[in-house]
């Protein structure tokens, strides 16, 4: 995900030079038969490699995604190894250059239609939201079908990366049809020695996946994962990392270059049955409580809470939760635990901001997605209000973004009056955001977590 997607960031500018510099080459020599492949996909353009050098791919006879898939039910996406019909969202940690990195993906309402071949192939679309040191990096829109066979197959992506709370670049954005084929994401019954490829755009995005081993075991969010298996996955610069797959989760793990992102919790496959423990229940008002007093510079008020709030985590943290949401608890905690020693109203609010978003990715285990999504859009309500008090533009700007996502998450969960009063007020913080108006952009975000909570 991230890593990948980060490293393709970073070689588009080499690999357009590179496309053209190729062509001014065969413009120069005039001979037609050289011209490049049509971008709807052909023969050629399916089997050539996509790396900027032109090598480095596997042969074409290694690979099983050469055929034309059909695609009789393509939105019930079943494969164990990526069952997106099945994962409401997913939660995933790591750290990317030394910083701490986070993604959510979200299987969005209904489906959409992608025109390929000249036939309209139905796909689920997927929302993926990368955050790198809590900030937004990268927003991107997968659309994905089954084959008739059980191999999933990836038919594009809108892509939107971010640089300091803005859109800065949407390069990477594709479509079967468009500007390539249709790209194999997981073969029906992975074997040592697939080659596929879950992107094949050259010039836009490119990846070749080779699987290394099957019937892996990996340590899950709730303990051993059976049947997970490793893809070695060559980039479009050239550069190589390790996957795994793992089933009832899909993309699991992926790490290279020192970089790491990693599957915390995934819904409904590490839901677990009853209320929520009454200890993850105050963590969450506890932080909520914390930031309020914080906030009004209420010291005494806010020690009391935080007692409380520690008191809370040890209870909810001995319940043994995911291992890597709990390894991220107990950091935001020591940080928190530093904030109020300082009684520094930006440390407190921000690190009760962090200890928040830990315990609502606890609470993703109990309830409603839906639910969880609601309370993360008031989360990143109070991080913009946070980032105005900051007069941190940027941060205001991307939080914007954030909250303008994250209701794609819920809102068809609303009835129509709430859905037409909820993107009122997000037009109205979004123009405040533009016009530079911090205490407007404070006074809206305020109101709308009230709008919500009502």
Known sequence: MLNTRTRQRLSRVALLAGVLAAAFLL??????????????????AATECGTNSGRGCAPTRQRVDLATPSFSHPTEITNPLFPISRLRTTVLLGHVGG??????????????????????????LSQYLAYLDGRITEVALDRYAQADDGSVWYLGED???????????????????????????????????????????????FEEVKVKSVGTTVDGPRGPVHGAIVAHELHADGTTEDKVFAPGYGEFRTAGGGDLEALALAVPTD?????????????????????????????????????????????????????????????????????????????VTQAAIDVWQSALDLELRYLPVSEINQRRFELWTQQLRVHAAAK?????????????????????TLDSAQRRELDLRLR????????????????????LASFLRV
């Open 392 to 412: 941190d533009l940027g941060g205001v700007t991307g939080d914007v973004a954030v909250l303008e996502w994250i209701r794609d998450r819920f809102a068809d």
């Open 27 to 44: 413009a120069g020599c005039g001979n037609s038969k050289h011209s490049a492949p049509a971008p709807s996909g052909g023969p050629s």
């Open 271 to 347: 839901v677990v049955a009853g209320s929520a423990p009454p200890a993850l229940y105050k963590l969450t008002i506890g932080a909520m409580a914390l930031l309020e007093s914080a906030r009004i510079r209420d010291w005494e008020k806010a020690a009391a809470i935080h007692r409380h709030l520690t008191a809370a985590a040890s209870s909810a943290l001995a319940g043994g939760p995911p291992p890597l949401i709990k390894a991220r608890l107990h950091g935001t905690l020591g940080a928190l635990a530093k904030a109020m020693e300082s009684r520094k109203a930006a440390r």
């Open 159 to 205: 892509v939107f990366d971010y640089e300091n709370g803005t859109v800065s670049a949407t390069e990477g954005t594709w479509l079967a049809g468009r500007e390539g084929p249709a790209a194999m994401i997981m073969s029906a019954h992975p074997k040592v020695g697939h080659v596929y490829r879950p992107e094949n755009a050259p010039g836009i995005v």
């Open 99 to 124: 910083k701490p990195f986070r993604t959510e993906t979200t299987l969005l309402p209904g489906t959409r239609t992608v025109t390929w071949r000249g036939r309209p192939v139905r796909v689920l």
């Open 428 to 447: 109205d913080l979004r123009a405040a955001a533009d016009a530079r108006n911090l205490p407007a952009v404070a006074d809206h975000a305020a109101r």
